[in-house]
């Protein structure tokens, strides 16, 4: 709208400075210039699009052009440690080198499989275990007077904002042998001996439970807050129990809420790497940290680029579920 | 239905916050512990604290950490609100559908691939270009720049839309510049969400380990970082501390922030009740 308006040209100019314009005007440069830009279209509105666009472009879509190029192409002891995919044969020739031996080694190694599998197998069961944890949260926030429900939203996303990592490591002191929760059931009485839950999976499981909760929370908030009540009210007049009104009318209508919360845990559960590194045994397979090692310690580029691609690949159906819940949530949003 | 059930509701709040909040409270507990062990309560102390202050590279990497962080969230704030502009106040363009995209990606993206993907795109650029030579502050701002612009883009673009712009058509009616209308008019109303952009661009960039461990060079250590090699070999109270310092100016700042926009609110809500009676 603002970019259609044309400025109303050397209005605010003085005298002297509209003199020299017009000297300028009569220069052929400045005016092939100008007819260049104009044709273009290089007004202020088109900076306003051209900077983060190249900025994107530059740092986003063409880095991962160079890692689908490293994916294929051949490891070697060298600085950059991969070999070039396009190599002059003889004078004119281009040859392209297309190397799917990573891709190979991606499938014959049961270590990936493994990895990849595993991957899966956390995210969902984090996912789940957070849903059951948000959606009471976020019912019972939803449901608050109207005065509380800010105060409520913000202490859900006020540890979100102090580090992620300092969280994480919070519950290595929780979860540890001689830890917190360990002491204290000891001095309950109800264990004699520890109970091993650092180096585990439970652990991984607590440790993305509690650092995503507010990306659970806060998308189901924002769903069942919309709720129409006065159904669950014609329920009730129609003799429905609570908890049948809820299975029946709350849960379904709530469908987009879960599904997005849940994506937004799930797909950053998948690549997670801090959480299995700091909580996890030693040994866990997760996708992300399978990466992180050959990148760093093995050194081998075009396999941790092999190892991105197929990452990405497993999140390309999460992420559409993702856009799908959201955009039936604005649908919803304006009936 | 409002009054029904309140205490499977009150029971699902305090077990909620009890579950968020109590990791966070033992933490700063435990960093006045005398004990070396951290989960063995040996008296008051302070001691961990000094400690700390006397840590230089610890102290080192913070300040590194902030000004990454500040020079980010300023450029974040800048590219994203351009972005969410374009966006939501320029119709269709050419490729707003790729662009579109781009702002949203970097939000879902798996950390480990953003940081592998700058870092080649980063050696392959000294390769071609010579710049940028080695990896440090630039890269690290540059990739965290990248990232945070995208949650700056999806906040400048979402309050926008809510907006409503029939006083920026007023003024552009009245002959005004689209740039002193974006300045103005535009931009005061939009401040509140800048502000949120930016502590949001500042936090994540504070918080990084992944993506700059991928795009760091030698002698860059950021504080994620370093927190990161030592919490590796164990718990030890003087991160405790740290953490407790960190929970302390975060909580600071979010409740000013939060005074700041309510009050912002409540001035909107009053100028508008007044316009409404005016208007009568």
Request: proline share 5%; glycine share 6%; aromatic share 12%.
């Amino acid at each position: 709208m603002i970019a259609k308006a044309q400025p109303p040209s050397g209005q605010r100019h003085s005298a002297g400075v509209q003199l020299m314009l017009r000297i300028l005007q009569q220069f052929p440069p400045y005016r092939w210039t100008q007819a260049r830009l104009l044709r273009w279209g290089v007004r202020g509105r088109t900076a306003v699009v051209a900077i983060p666009y190249f900025w994107l472009l530059l740092f986003f879509l063409v880095p991962f052009i160079i890692v689908l190029k490293i994916a294929f192409s051949e490891t070697q002891i060298a600085s950059p440690p991969y070999q070039p995919l396009l190599h002059w044969a003889g004078e004119k020739t281009l040859e392209i080198r297309l190397n799917l031996g990573n891709f190979m080694f991606l499938v014959e190694d049961s270590l990936y499989w493994k990895a990849y599998l595993n991957s899966i197998k956390v995210a969902f069961i984090s996912t789940l275990l957070c849903l059951l944890v948000g959606y009471p949260i976020s019912y019972a926030i939803a449901r608050a007077k109207s005065t509380w429900r800010n105060v409520l939203l913000m202490m859900v996303i006020l540890p979100f904002w102090t580090s992620f990592l300092l969280r994480v490591y919070a519950w290595i002191g929780l979860l540890k042998n001689n830890g917190f929760i360990n002491n204290f059931l000891m001095w309950l009485g109800v264990i004699d001996e520890p109970i091993v839950m650092l180096q585990t999976d439970f652990a991984i499981y607590v440790g993305i439970v509690y650092s995503y909760l507010p990306f659970m929370i806060l998308p189901l908030y924002s769903n069942l807050e919309k709720m129409d009540l006065t159904l669950l009210e014609a329920a009730a007049d129609l003799g429905s129990r609570p908890f049948k009104s809820f299975l029946t009318i709350t849960l379904p209508l709530s469908m987009p809420g879960v599904i997005a919360g849940s994506m937004l845990v799930f797909i950053p559960a998948v690549g997670e790497f801090v959480i299995p590194a700091l909580l996890g045994a030693p040994d866990s397979l997760m996708i992300g940290k399978v990466l992180w090692t050959e990148f760093f310690s093995n050194r081998a580029w075009p396999v941790a680029s092999a190892v991105a691609i197929a990452l990405l690949l497993l999140l390309v159906i999460p992420i559409v579920l993702l856009q799908r819940a959201q955009s039936a949530e604005a649908k919803g949003a304006h009936r | 239905m409002s009054t029904r059930l309140p205490l499977f509701r009150i029971t699902a709040l305090v077990f909620g916050f009890a579950f968020l909040y109590v990791p966070i409270l033992l933490l700063i507990v435990y960093s006045f512990n005398k004990s070396r062990l951290v989960t063995v309560w040996g008296g008051f102390s302070t001691e961990w604290y000094g400690k700390l202050f006397a840590n230089q590279q610890i102290l080192n990497a913070a300040w590194l950490s902030l000004k990454i962080a500040s020079i980010n969230a300023t450029g974040a704030v800048i590219l994203g609100t351009l972005a969410g502009l374009a966006l939501a106040r320029f119709g269709k363009f050419s490729g707003r559908t790729l662009f579109s995209g781009m702002t949203t990606a970097p939000l879902v993206m798996p950390e480990v691939i953003t940081g592998l993907s700058l870092l080649v795109l980063f050696v392959a650029m000294e390769q071609i270009f010579g710049w940028p030579q080695g990896r440090g502050v630039t890269t690290i701002t540059i990739a965290h720049m990248t990232l945070t612009m995208a949650y700056v883009t999806v906040i400048v673009q979402s309050r926008l839309s809510t907006l409503d712009d029939s006083l920026e058509e007023a003024a552009m009616d009245l002959g005004a510049r689209p740039a002193k209308i974006f300045f103005v008019i535009t931009l005061p109303i939009i401040a509140p969400a800048l502000l949120s952009g930016w502590l949001l661009a500042f936090t994540i960039s504070l918080d990084d380990l992944v993506i700059a461990s991928f795009v760091s060079g030698p002698g860059s250590s950021t504080l994620p970082m370093v927190i990161f090699s030592k919490v590796r070999l164990g718990v030890s109270p003087d991160i405790n501390a740290l953490a407790s310092i960190m929970v302390l100016l975060v909580t600071i700042g979010v409740i000013i922030a939060g005074i700041l926009m309510h009050r912002q609110e409540v001035r909107r809500q009053r100028d508008m009740q007044m316009a409404a009676a005016a208007g009568k």
